[in-house]
């Protein structure tokens, strides 16, 4: 079964470092999203990514953040200058279609800044 | 804006229990409607889905009904195991992104 797969499992960088979260989104997607969990609280949407840009963004996806998709099949996160409070779990996702249908899920990257 | 409530956990379930998790939405258009559910240390795993009023969705016993009059849409299980243990996330989307609840989490005992 297709699925969407991250990297790395975890990550621990310090405070004002930059940081590259890696995703491969299912192969014949074309929808693209990151949300974030910060530890014991919900699921909070990042950013949807579409035709080679940024369709919609949360008022959390500031100026530090931005996404990219460098090849046919990467699909990337970075963060400028981490902040504590950027320690979360970041989950991708990937959606064949975009309204009202599924979106499938990574298994998540751990950030944890110190 | 849209957003989901979902009643709080933990929920605390022998096996073989009957369980029940709601969820209620706000939403202005006609948004399809999720259940996701967390394992311990994994990622998100659609659960179940309903794309319109009256659907039913159901999965590994599990079953949620998109009831517009009420605008809920409460997971339900007839008999729970230990392997249900997990977060239960309600979501929605109207748009392209999916609005989700708190999470409740369900905790099975033997």
């Known amino acids: 079964e297709p699925e969407v797969t991250q990297t790395p499992s975890h990550q621990v960088t310090q405070m004002g470092q930059e940081v590259i979260l890696r995703c491969v989104p299912i192969?014949?997607?074309?929808?693209f999203y990151w949300y974030r969990q910060i530890l014991g609280q919900k699921v909070e949407f990042l950013v949807s990514f579409y035709n080679n840009e940024i369709s919609e963004k949360s008022e959390i996806f500031d100026d530090q953040f931005s996404v990219e998709r460098p090849d046919g099949s990467n699909f990337t996160l970075k963060i400028r200058s981490t902040k504590l409070e950027d320690s979360a779990m970041y989950f991708c996702?990937?959606?064949?279609?975009?309204?009202?249908?599924?979106?499938?899920f990574g298994q998540g990257t751990r950030l944890t800044v110190v | 804006g849209d957003s989901v409530t979902q009643m709080e956990g933990p929920v605390t379930l022998s096996e073989e229990a009957f369980l029940t998790i709601n969820c209620t939405y706000t939403?202005?258009?006609?948004?399809?409607l999720f259940w996701y559910v967390q394992y311990p240390g994994e990622g998100l795993q659609l659960l179940l889905k309903a794309t319109k009023a009256d659907d039913k969705g159901s999965n590994k016993g599990f079953e949620a009904t998109y009831r517009k009059e009420t605008t809920s849409f409460h997971l339900e299980k007839g008999s729970v195991q230990v392997s249900d243990s997990a977060v239960y996330f309600c979501?929605?989307?109207?748009?392209?992104?999916?609005?989700f609840g708190t999470g409740t989490r369900l905790q099975v005992f033997p």
């Open positions: 939403a202005t258009g006609y948004p399809s």
């Open positions: 192969s014949n997607h074309l929808y």
């Open positions: 979501a929605l989307t109207a748009t392209d992104k999916l609005i």
């Open positions: 996702a990937s959606s064949g279609a975009v309204v009202n249908t599924e979106a499938f």
